[in-house]
């Protein structure tokens, strides 16, 4: 069975800082394309970043919101097979539920935003509020 795992989330004060993780069962995430999407309350997931490799292999991380380029960056522990979304600075406009979402046939193109329909393996989600 194919499944995500997101933890992690938590109640964050503004400029704080917060790691994620995602961890696959079944999935290989070193192989596959993997992006967080981020809910805010009231609104559709929304892409935030995705990470894949190019055709020589190489990781490559692909942002589709710029307010968290600077901020936001993705690691991966391939021994543990465990995604990570470490942030930082971060806005009360961060606040949402983080998803990971991953799929062997997806891609992190850089010309057009990924969507929800793109990846087929979701985990549950972790809340993230960053709040005074």
């Known amino acids: 069975q194919l499944q995500l795992a997101e933890s992690g989330g938590d109640l964050v004060q503004p400029g704080g800082t917060l790691r994620l993780s995602c961890t696959g069962s079944g999935i290989r995430l070193e192989q596959w394309a993997t992006a967080w999407f981020r809910q805010a309350p009231g609104k559709e997931p929304e892409a935030i970043l995705c990470k894949s490799r190019d055709g020589m292999g190489r990781d490559e991380t692909t942002y589709y919101v710029d307010s968290v380029k600077g901020r936001f960056t993705i690691s991966r522990d391939n021994a543990i097979n465990t995604l990570y979304l470490q942030m930082s600075g971060l806005e009360p406009e961060d606040t949402g539920v983080y998803y990971c979402?991953?799929?062997?046939?997806?891609?992190?193109?850089?010309?057009?935003?990924?969507?929800?329909?793109?990846?087929?393996?979701w985990g549950q989600g972790t809340q993230v509020t960053v709040s005074s």
């Open positions: 979402a991953s799929d062997f046939f997806a891609s992190c193109p850089q010309r057009r935003v990924i969507r929800k329909g793109d990846f087929g393996v």
